[in-house]
T-cell receptor, first 115, second 117 residues
């Protein structure tokens, strides 16, 4: 298995809802990432996990809560989001954090719409 | 110093032509420079990457040229095809500047490439 999968593909939620995004990889990668991408913009890093520990939090609002239950799985819990949080949420993984093993492979993304 | 500047913003090339996208950076601590290709509604796909100790890397029709002294790098797509129509992002990795191995990528603003048949 050489891909990063993300579910759901599309999500519509209200501002009072609680939902979760899921990301999975079975490539044995030990680093996983969440990015946010607005239309016609580059991906923006949100969180980095290395060996299931949070390595980077790019000052993301607390309404986004990441979780890494094991080395293959990464979740993003969403609560009390705002309409401006609507975006494509991308997950990525890499074998490690340095050198050639740092090459990041992206999933297809979850298109989130907040009403 | 954390920016990567990418140009042009959009590019139209005839089928069979050469597409050239340029990027420039300031931070000399960047240690890895990948290019990503993204189709509408899809995640970015790693296309090709280069380290700063290499001046050129070629994979099929895609070539990265790297000029360390000028702090510039570019993507050349030879024999461009309509299937190459996508958005291309250059990126640079933070390296030592970020106090250790964080693998943070700084992306350029993207180039929308259209290859006309």
């Amino acid at each position: 298995d050489t891909e990063v999968t993300q579910t759901p593909k599309h999500l519509v939620m209200g501002m009072t809802n609680k939902k979760s995004l899921k990301c999975e990889q079975h490539m044995g990668h030990r680093a996983m990432y969440w990015y946010k991408q607005k239309a016609k913009k580059p991906p923006e890093l949100m969180f980095v996990y290395s060996y299931e520990k949070l390595s980077i939090n790019e000052s993301v609002p607390s309404r986004f809560s990441p979780e890494c239950p094991n080395s293959s799985l990464l979740n993003l819990h969403l609560h009390a989001l705002q309409p401006e949080d609507s975006a494509l949420y991308l997950c990525a993984s890499s074998r490690g954090l340095a050198g050639e093993v740092g090459e990041q492979f992206f999933g297809p993304g979850t298109r989130l719409t907040v009403l | 110093q954390q920016q990567v500047k990418q140009s042009p913003q959009s590019l139209i090339v005839q089928k069979g032509g050469i597409s050239i996208i340029n990027c420039a950076y300031e931070n000399t601590a960047f240690d890895y420079f990948p290019w990503y290709q993204q189709f509408p509604g899809k995640g970015p796909a790693l296309l090709i990457a280069i380290r700063p100790d290499v001046s050129e890397k070629k994979e099929g029709r895609f070539t990265i040229s790297f000029n360390k002294s000028a702090k510039q790098f570019s993507l050349h797509i030879m024999d461009s095809q309509p299937g190459d129509s996508a958005t291309y992002f250059c990126a640079a990795r933070g390296g030592r500047y970020y106090g250790g191995a964080t693998n943070k990528l700084i992306f350029g603003t993207g180039t929308l490439l259209a290859v006309q048949p």
